[in-house]
């Protein structure tokens, strides 16, 4: 079982920045993909960033230039820096991981940390 444990989120003023790190555990063999989703009231869970296993790296439309997604692989921990933060950056964040353990392939999910940006 792998366990994934987010920091980082927190309230900020428009303009202004924040880090996420999301750390995974537990019996982890390889992780192929991590990525960053965000869920805001009233509205679906959307993919925010990506990041391959070679760090290859994708965004929505809504984050690129702002936003930059790294992972740190022999600390199986994925980052999201964020800047230039708007109000409509207001969400709870997620990290989900892919990858195996020794047996089976996983996929997990952090328990979320609310970013709020707001004056």
């Known amino acids: 079982q792998v366990q994934l444990v987010e920091s980082g989120g927190g309230l900020v003023q428009p303009g202004g920045s924040l880090r996420l790190s999301c750390a995974a555990s537990?019996?982890?063999?390889?992780?192929?993909?991590m990525d960053w989703y965000r869920q805001a009231p009233g509205k679906e869970r959307e993919l925010v960033a990506h990041?391959?296993?070679?760090?290859?790296?994708d965004y929505a439309d809504s984050v690129k230039g702002r936003f930059t997604i790294s992972r740190d692989n022999a600390k199986n921990t994925v980052y999201l820096q964020m800047n230039s933060l708007k109000p409509e950056d207001t969400a709870v964040y997620y990290c989900?991981?892919?990858?195996?353990?020794?047996?089976?392939?996983?996929?997990?999910w952090g328990q979320g940390t609310q970013v709020t940006v707001s004056s």
């Open positions: 989900n991981v892919r990858g195996r353990n020794y047996n089976f392939p996983f996929d997990s």
């Open positions: 990041i391959t296993s070679t760090g290859n790296s």
């Open positions: 537990g019996t982890i063999l390889s992780i192929n993909v």
